[in-house]
């Protein structure tokens, strides 16, 4: 008798666990959740998922950009008002236009704003150029620091000694540096891709005085100072471009 109730029990158990499996996985699929998750949690622990599903918040679907699909011509117009708002020129043109200004008004103020975005682009470039020379003095004097650091680490030098070996190196990386930036063209050098100015940092550490680093047929390379001469007095092909010219080699 008392096996028959324990057998019983065992079936009913076994049902309700199944339902509950079942209702967790429905239940999943019905608030966008992993079923195959919460299809083991309720296999593993079924009271405590099914009482855990009950506080779970569904996940919505990222919303579909039907405007990309559909009407991609909004997308486009967008894009030119934020053109015309970013270009204050532009902007300034609109209002002529549409008689909001006089032509007076346009040309003082297009001047003006003309002046503005021109010492806006040199502290721009100056600001990026500030970096590229940063960049030029870290490359140069890093190796020289770390050989530095590891004669400490063995003991050759003591601490006091590497910090002024330090300083002796930037000041000396630095200097170097500073001597080249008058020769740079800088906005070409800015074009320049990382392979071509790695290309001119190599040239740099080899150039005689009487060379120059050049861009010509989208290849960087050395001449001297006569080729350079009549290279400029010939007549430059369109893509040549002068990088770094040394003042003797002018």
């Given at each position: ?18 339902v509950i499996i ?43 950009k039907e405007t990309?699909?559909r009407k991609p ?178």
């Amino acid at each position: 008798m008392d096996f028959g109730i324990l057998f019983l029990a065992q079936i009913i158990s076994l049902i309700i666990w199944l339902v509950i499996i079942v209702y967790c996985v429905n239940k999943a699929r019905d608030l966008n959740r992993d079923k195959f998750g919460w299809g083991l949690f309720a296999f593993l622990l079924p009271i405590i998922a099914l009482i855990w599903i009950q506080f779970v918040d569904p996940i919505e679907d990222e919303p579909i950009k039907e405007t990309i699909i559909r009407k991609p011509e909004v997308i486009i117009n967008v894009q030119k008002e934020k053109t015309v708002e970013n270009n204050p020129l532009e902007t300034l043109k609109d209002l002529k236009v549409k008689g909001i200004i006089t032509n007076e008004e346009y040309e003082e103020k297009e001047k003006v704003i003309s002046e503005q975005l021109r010492k806006q682009r040199v502290d721009d470039e100056l600001r990026n150029w500030y970096q590229v020379v940063k960049s030029r003095i870290d490359k140069k004097s890093q190796p020289l620091i770390a050989l530095a650091l590891k004669a400490k680490q063995d003991g050759v030098i003591s601490e006091q000694e590497f910090e002024i070996k330090e300083k002796e190196i930037l000041a000396k990386c630095s200097d170097e540096i500073l001597k080249q930036d008058i020769n740079f063209n800088k906005s070409a050098y800015n074009n320049l891709t990382k392979p071509k100015q790695d290309r001119v940092e190599l040239y740099l550490d080899t150039l005689v005085e009487s060379e120059s680093i050049v861009l010509v047929h989208n290849k960087i390379k050395v001449i001297d100072s006569q080729r350079l001469k009549e290279l400029l007095k010939d007549g430059a092909p369109e893509s040549f471009q002068i990088i770094y010219q040394n003042k003797n080699a002018t």
